[in-house]
């Protein structure tokens, strides 16, 4: 089995994310992704990312989880 690459480039990062190259742009302009740049090129660790995707994945489920509450307190109220 191969092992995973440790340092991706834009493109294969975008494709590990599963959002298009322009979204990465984009974020990467709005400072939101952990990222680095290689000369003139940005540059993405895999272990950075996944611990990106697990900060956002909490966050998600605690609005989520927040919204729940709200809805199950208005509609305990009503």
Do not use: C
Request: charged fraction near 35%; proline fraction near 3%; charge should be positive.
């Amino acid at each position: 089995m191969e092992r995973a690459k440790e340092v991706m480039t834009l493109r294969e990062a975008s494709q590990y994310l599963g959002i298009s190259p322009d979204t990465l742009y984009k974020y990467l302009g709005e400072s939101k992704i952990p990222a680095f740049k290689l000369g003139n090129r940005w540059r993405f660790k895999k272990d950075l990312l996944d611990r990106w995707m697990e900060r956002k994945s909490e966050h998600t489920q605690l609005v989520v989880e927040s919204k729940s509450k709200r809805l199950v307190k208005s509609t305990l109220k009503g």
